[in-house]
């Protein structure tokens, strides 16, 4: 690292520092760029019975259309029973998105979309019990106001 830039009320002015002494820009952090959104993964599991199976493959195919930077996987027989087990479901149909659990059962694609969509970009749920951020807490009940002895 040569010459570094040094904050002059004047001007911009470059000077030359060794190495070792010099300062990186913008404060001296590195320049820190947005991270990409990992590559969100959609598991469709069977059922175990066997039922539904078409169902799932034309959601899944219907996602692939819908959102195609998104890699769409359906697990049938053995290897679906044993990501059920898993994530401690015993039937199916279930969806998994980057890894955790989110349907068991097949929503509407709307919902799917957008579910998909939230878990890529790290939105929370709205669904969520938790407390909402524009939520106002109660306000605790005013005491009872105190007797007075002379009125009956």
Do not use: W
């Given at each position: ?21 010099a300062r990186k820009p913008y404060g001296g ?42 890699t769409v996987r359906v697990l049938e027989g ?40 939230q878990v890529r970009e790290r939105r929370p ?28």
């Amino acid at each position: 690292m040569g010459a570094a830039y040094i904050y002059c009320p004047c001007a911009m002015k470059v000077a030359a520092r060794p190495a070792a002494t010099a300062r990186k820009p913008y404060g001296g952090g590195a320049v820190r760029r947005p991270e990409r959104p990992p590559v969100t993964e959609v598991l469709f599991l069977t059922s175990v019975q066997g039922q539904g199976t078409e169902r799932v493959r034309s959601v899944s195919e219907k996602l692939k259309k819908r959102l195609p930077d998104v890699t769409v996987r359906v697990l049938e027989g053995p290897a679906s029973r044993d990501a059920m087990a898993g994530h401690k479901v015993k039937f199916g149909p279930a969806i998994v998105i980057d890894g955790r659990l989110e349907y068991v059962g097949i929503p509407r694609l709307s919902m799917l979309v957008d579910r998909v969509l939230q878990v890529r970009e790290r939105r929370p749920n709205p669904r969520t019990a938790g407390e909402k951020p524009a939520a106002v807490p109660a306000k605790p009940a005013a005491p009872p106001a105190p007797e007075t002895p002379g009125a009956a």
